[in-house]
């Protein structure tokens, strides 16, 4: 047990030294575990492999230098907009607020309540005339440049996409050549693969849904830049537990300071989100997925606090991918399958869920029959 624990010591501190080969390898994985379906279609529509490799990388790196351009141009108007109007409008607000805070805490009898709190108010708001949307993104200064810097960045990417998706057919048929020259058997590794690919892409069908509802949501509010907090919700649908909700506070605290806008229209907004998250996070996405690939809440957490502190926000986007990945290679291991329960959402079985531990008997049942 103590060695086991030293291993798992230095593995965990090698993952995070090596932060820079890990990351590029697992963006290219995730990005053509998601797109292989479409290199496939492809393919059985008699177009060469390499043809519809490469249409497919064309398509995904295309979609994501859209989102990126949209993005900067979005927060560069943004940016504009909050200097010329939003942060008087916000001023405004946050003076009113404190006025009627401070006539509470009078009528309180609390002590230098006014003074306090009018120093804490104008303190916040000389930092709120400072804020900088741009500097969320820090690619570079035009549009063109960042676009130019966001290829260079994933130059890498690009390049193991292209070769992982050109293996991905042969990678059973080599598992069988392996397992013939006497090798391990690779099978239960193939169905592990199978299945992270169901989840990702399933949970990427997911975000796009929420991006859209989200979109459509702040469009019918009435609310600026919706395509904005469209792509925002989207990107922030990968991080789980915290995600949703904090793609949904730009929204909300700009429907509660629009000129026309107020504390109902918050709480619409607001409760329009909690909807949508409720909808597809909690029914869809349990009926689409099934109990095979359910994490308990507790577990998800850790996760995101594991690999957020090991890669950084890469890690926090990658954490759920991550370590369902871990368990279904867990679950598919006669050793190991208990760890894959423990960390499993417990729940009962419902029809058309695969129940792991009674495979190998249902498979003894019909190989006898």
């Known amino acids: 047990m103590v060695l086991l624990f030293a291993a798992l010591v230095i593995g965990v501190a090698g993952l995070k030294a090596a932060q820079a080969f890990f990351v590029p390898m697992l963006l290219a994985f995730f990005i053509a575990t998601v797109s292989y379906p479409v290199t496939d279609w492809l393919q059985r529509h008699r177009i060469p492999p390499a043809v519809a490799v490469l249409l497919t990388v064309l398509v995904d790196f295309a979609f994501l230098a859209a989102v990126v351009v949209l993005g900067v141009t979005i927060v560069g108007d943004l940016q504009e907009k909050w200097d010329a109007e939003y942060y008087d409008l916000a001023r405004l607000k946050i003076l009113e607020a404190n006025d009627v805070i401070t006539a509470k805490l009078q009528q309180w009898k609390v002590e230098d309540a006014s003074e306090k709190l009018n120093e804490f108010t104008n303190e916040n708001l000389a930092e709120l005339r400072n804020v900088k949307f741009g500097q969320i993104w820090t690619l570079g200064t035009g549009v063109v440049g960042r676009v130019l810097s966001f290829f260079a960045t994933f130059g890498v990417v690009i390049v193991l996409t292209i070769f992982m998706l050109l293996e991905a057919q042969v990678f059973s048929r080599r598992f069988g050549a392996i397992r013939e020259a006497r090798g391990p058997n690779f099978e239960r590794l193939t169905g592990a693969m199978r299945d992270t690919q169901r989840y990702l892409g399933i949970k990427t069908l997911l975000s796009l849904a929420t991006g859209l509802f989200a979109g459509i949501l702040c469009w019918v509010a009435g609310l600026d830049f919706f395509l904005l907090w469209g792509i925002l919700a989207f990107v922030m649908n990968?991080?789980?537990?915290?995600?949703?909700?904090?793609?949904?506070?730009?929204?909300?605290?700009?429907?509660?300071?629009?000129?026309?806008?107020?504390?109902?229209?918050?709480?619409?907004?607001?409760?329009?989100?909690?909807?949508?998250?409720?909808?597809?996070?909690?029914?869809?996405?349990?009926?689409?997925?099934?109990?095979?690939f359910g994490l308990s809440i507790l577990v998800v957490v850790l996760c995101v606090l594991f690999w957020g502190w090991l890669w950084g926000l890469i890690g926090i986007i990658l954490a759920v991918p991550l370590t369902m990945i871990l368990k279904v290679v867990l679950d598919n291991s006669d050793e190991f399958r208990w760890v894959a329960v423990a960390i499993g959402q417990e729940s009962r079985p419902t029809e058309g869920d695969i129940d792991v531990l009674a495979a190998p008997e249902a498979a003894k049942a019909s190989g006898g029959n």
Do not use: E, H, K
């Open 238 to 292: 990968f991080i789980p537990v915290v995600g949703s909700l904090i793609a949904s506070i730009p929204p909300i605290l700009l429907a509660l300071i629009a000129r026309d806008g107020g504390p109902t229209d918050a709480i619409v907004v607001a409760g329009g989100y909690g909807l949508i998250n409720m909808f597809l996070d909690n029914f869809v996405q349990p009926l689409l997925l099934g109990r095979r």
